[in-house]
């Protein structure tokens, strides 16, 4: 939280949940290995199971991705988000004298949720 702003590191993957009733959601990324090979971190999200986009993150600056949700009014579960990370980095392989093994992708900033009108 060094920039003041709250987050979680995934790994090369993560699953985030969201309300049943949320008709939009934005997920703060940020990758901060994306400078260091000169390509592009990418993260693939799903929503229930179904490939919805891919995000390139190209710098160490946050991506604010919108997504618009759809959902049943049958369904009373929370939505499910999968990321998938295409690199991953271990702060004990760029830090000299780190002990931290962790397997990290990107840091995931606090979700805001919009909830789906109803008619």
Do not use: N
Request: proline letters at 7%; hydrophobic letters at 40%.
């Amino acid at each position: 939280r060094a920039s003041g702003k709250r987050f979680r590191w995934s790994g090369r993957h993560a699953t985030l949940f969201v309300p049943t009733d949320a008709g939009y959601v934005r997920i703060p990324l940020r990758a901060l290995q994306a400078d260091d090979m000169g390509e592009p971190v990418r993260v693939d999200i799903s929503v229930a199971g179904h490939h919805v986009m891919r995000i390139p993150l190209t710098d160490r600056s946050w991506v604010e991705v919108p997504l618009t949700l759809t959902h049943s009014d049958q369904s009373r579960a929370p939505q499910r988000l999968d990321l998938q990370v295409d690199r991953t980095w271990s702060p004990a392989r760029v830090q000299p004298g780190s002990r931290d093994g962790r397997t990290l992708g990107v840091k995931v900033g606090e979700l805001a949720i919009v909830r789906a009108l109803r008619e």
